[in-house]
C-alpha cells in the first residue's frame, strides 16, 4: 500500500523560508514522480514543483521558479520542497503526491493534478503580509 505523508508546514512572515518534507512507502517500482501541490480557498489544486526519483529531473511552476526549490533523499524515500521568498499569494494547503512517470524523459515529472494516483493529507503554509 502507498502511503505519502506530509511534513513541515507552518506559519511565516512574508519573505520567509519554510522546508517541507515528504516521505513515500509502499510504492511497487524504484523509479516514480514526486510532485507538490496547492490548493488555496476557492480554487483549483495546482502543480508547484515534481521531482523523478530516477534522476531528479525537475518541474516548476512559474509562479515559484527562483524562489522554491525540489530536492530528495532517495536513501530515505523523501523528498523536500524549499520555499524561500515567501509571498501572501503562496499561502494554501500544501499536499504531496506520488506516481509513475507519464511525461517525456527530459522531464518525466509534471503538475497536473489527473497524473497522481497517490496523495498525502496535506499541511497548511499560512503567509503573512
Known amino acids: 500500500q502507498v502511503q505519502?505523508?506530509?511534513s513541515?508546514?507552518?506559519?511565516?512572515?512574508?519573505g520567509g523560508s519554510l522546508r517541507m518534507s515528504c516521505a513515500?512507502?509502499?510504492?511497487?517500482?524504484?523509479?516514480?514522480?514526486?510532485?507538490?501541490?496547492r490548493q488555496a480557498p476557492g480554487k483549483e489544486r495546482e502543480g508547484v514543483a515534481?521531482?523523478?526519483?530516477?534522476?531528479g529531473r525537475t518541474y516548476y511552476a512559474d509562479s515559484v521558479k527562483g524562489r522554491f526549490t525540489i530536492s530528495q533523499d532517495?536513501?530515505?524515500?523523501t523528498q523536500y520542497l524549499q520555499m524561500n521568498s515567501l509571498?501572501?499569494?503562496?499561502?494554501?494547503m500544501y499536499y504531496c503526491a506520488a506516481d509513475s512517470p507519464r511525461g517525456l524523459?527530459?522531464?518525466p515529472c509534471g503538475g497536473r493534478v489527473n497524473e497522481y494516483n497517490y496523495w498525502g493529507q496535506g499541511t497548511q503554509v499560512t503567509?503573512?503580509?
Do not use: M, R
Open 4 to 6: 505519502v505523508v506530509e
Open 8 to 14: 513541515g508546514g507552518g506559519s511565516v512572515q512574508t
Open 24 to 37: 513515500v512507502s509502499g510504492y511497487p517500482y524504484k523509479n516514480y514522480c514526486v510532485g507538490w501541490f
Open 50 to 55: 515534481a521531482i523523478y526519483t530516477g534522476g
Open 74 to 77: 532517495t536513501a530515505k524515500n
Open 87 to 92: 509571498k501572501p499569494e503562496d499561502t494554501a
Open 105 to 107: 524523459a527530459l522531464q
Open 127 to 129: 503567509v503573512s503580509s
